[in-house]
């Protein structure tokens, strides 16, 4: 079994992702879709074997933890990249996914997230989420920012993950990097959040908020002066307040919507699309937290359709809402008519096409 050879096609082939899974040919994920490694034969269980072993590597750690979890999240390395490893079972055989980054991060500027984002990391403290479902590039975007902030200020930053993707080397900041795991540097992101307290950082970047505990831990730092930049798995802002106050017995919303108004500055959520010359796009909505917004996360009932209209009408402030940004990269023949429509309700289907047609006469003008 050569997985080298399998990996080398998939950076030939400048592949995201490579999915080994038993009675299936080595397949290559290359701009959204799914293709078969050239040449290659179908994978045996004595394969998937081999490859965990290859993966693996003999460490103790993480053969544990992956008998005791039954799955294991890990990084590897090969030649001058970096590997997200995901080993998982189906019918009792090892599957893997892993996911291909690239040491050379893409500059800010040219990953279509829009500049108030950036503009936000030099908030003292407070709280800014970056939020998508999975492959949403919400890594990338998240490490744009990481690099950015280590070139143009002075800060220390503290980054927890599981796995760590992109190494970071301290430039006019000073950056440290914890990987979250048995056997690694902090066994949980909370406990990671709770230490960090004692290790006089500026700004805290925590790979993954997924559960009641890392969020309370997440709002403690931000409460005590930090910054506090953080990932969640939700496919839109108001979703984002609305998983963030669920985390929360109902008897303690009150407290935590009334946190969260004040801590919260904002909150980008990511989608990635097709475009029309077949590279991905990224389609953004951003919402920033001014005392509107505030007003309608301290409400007794969270209405998504009234954030939804705040973003929509706090433009100026730099909040883009998802309608804008589909017609915007409509309008710039980036996406089809057909792939904005695909990602809105169909009631919203009459203010897209009005934003499209006010879009087109502003640039008509100009």
Known sequence: ??????????????????????????MLRIARNLVPVPDSKILTVEDMYEIYDYLVKGNVDKDEVFNTTRRLDTSYEYKDIRLRVNISLSDDIPLCTLRLIKNELPPYESLGVPDIVRRMTYQPQGLILVTGKTNSGKSTTLNALINHINENQNKKILTLENPVEYKHHSKKSLIVQKEIGKGRDSLTFSDGVK?????????????????????????????????????????????????????YEVRDQASIKYLLSALLKLVVSQ???????????????????????????????????????????NLEKGSIGLINSLAELFVKNKITLDQAKAQIEEKNLEILNRTIMQLKIKRDKK
């Open 1 to 26: 079994m050569n997985v080298d050879k399998i990996l080398d096609k998939a950076m030939e082939l400048d592949a995201s992702d490579v999915h080994l899974i038993c009675e299936n040919k080595p």
């Open 195 to 247: 230490n960090s307290l004692r290790e006089d950082c500026d700004i805290l970047v925590i790979g993954e908020i997924r559960d009641k505990v890392t969020m309370e831990a997440a709002i403690e730092m931000a409460e005590s002066g930090h910054l506090v930049i953080g990932t969640l798995h939700t496919k839109s802002c108001a979703e984002t307040i609305d998983r963030m106050i669920n985390f």
């Open 271 to 313: 989608r990635l699309l097709q475009g029309t010359d077949g590279k991905l796009v990224l389609v953004p909505e951003v919402m920033v937290v001014d005392n509107i917004v505030a007003g309608i996360i301290r409400k007794e009932k969270l209405s998504v359709s009234e954030i939804e209209d705040a973003i929509q009408s």
